[in-house]
T-cell receptor, first 114, second 110 residues
Framework: GAGVSQTPSNKVTEKGKYVELRCDPISGHTALYWYRQSLGQGPEFLIY????????DSGLPNDRFFAVRPEGSVSTLKIQRTERGDSAVYLC????????????FGEGSRLTVL | LAKTTQPISMDSYEGQEVNITCSHNNIATNDYITWYQQFPSQGPRFIIQ???TKVTNEVASLFIPADRKSSTLSLPRVSLSDTAVYYCLVGANSGYALNFGKGTSLLVTP
């Protein structure tokens, strides 16, 4: 596709449930990033993939959060036992450079945990 | 990662030039300065990136003094559609874990 695609755009779930958020990066981009943005705050780094491997997962808040990118393209962010504090917009970005460079963001997946 | 400080908000009228300054006193030698723009319900969008002196593209200019401890994003002749949050980021080109901070909320009015 022309840009980074994220699904679902909105997800409402109950506390304790499992959630998966999907990111389809720009074709050919080897770098993929996940960020989380709470209301009134800037995006907060979660995890960075280079190809299939997670090069840096230091931003994941705890072990309830996990992300995969098995074929080096689509990535899934998985959140177990969701908590109300997980409510936020989850942003995915991709880049054609191995390090840094211009990040192309999707429109995000808004997660609401009731 | 270098810490950045920028105004929380700014107001401007249409047609004026807007300058948003970002302080980054502990910028490292290999750090670049990057600015992003974000509209409500959208992901951030890259505006401009620079290392030193001046960089200009079709939407903005970035001024970086010799000591690189600050930078100024300049938006010429803003329009209502420039109302957005603007983020200043500092990090090495390998600094993928970019700290966006809270950004500057720019409001442009007629």
């Amino acid at each position: 596709g022309a840009g980074v695609s994220q699904t679902p755009s909105n997800k409402v779930t109950e506390k304790g449930k499992y959630v998966e958020l999907r990111c389809d990066p720009i074709s050919g981009h080897t770098a993929l990033y996940w960020y989380r943005q709470s209301l009134g705050q800037g995006p907060e780094f979660l995890i960075y993939f280079q190809g299939t491997g997670a090069a840096d997962d230091s931003g994941l808040p705890n072990d309830r959060f996990f992300a995969v990118r098995p074929e080096g393209s689509v990535s899934t962010l998985k959140i177990q036992r969701t908590e109300r504090g997980d409510s936020a917009v989850y942003l995915c970005a991709s880049s054609h450079q191995q390090f840094g460079g211009e990040l192309f963001f999707g429109e995000g997946s808004r997660l609401t945990v009731l | 990662l270098a810490k950045t400080t920028q105004p929380i908000s700014m107001d401007s009228y249409e047609g004026q030039e807007v300058n948003i300054t970002c302080s980054h006193n502990n910028i490292a030698t290999n750090d670049y300065i990057t600015w992003y723009q974000q509209f409500p319900s959208q992901g951030p969008r890259f505006i401009i990136q620079g290392y030193k002196t001046k960089v200009t593209n079709e939407v903005a200019s970035l001024f970086i003094p010799a000591d690189r401890k600050s930078s100024t994003l300049s938006l010429p002749r803003v329009s209502l559609s420039d109302t957005a949050v603007y983020y200043c980021l500092v990090g090495a080109n390998s600094g993928y874990a970019l700290n966006f901070g809270k950004g500057t909320s720019l409001l442009v009015t007629p």
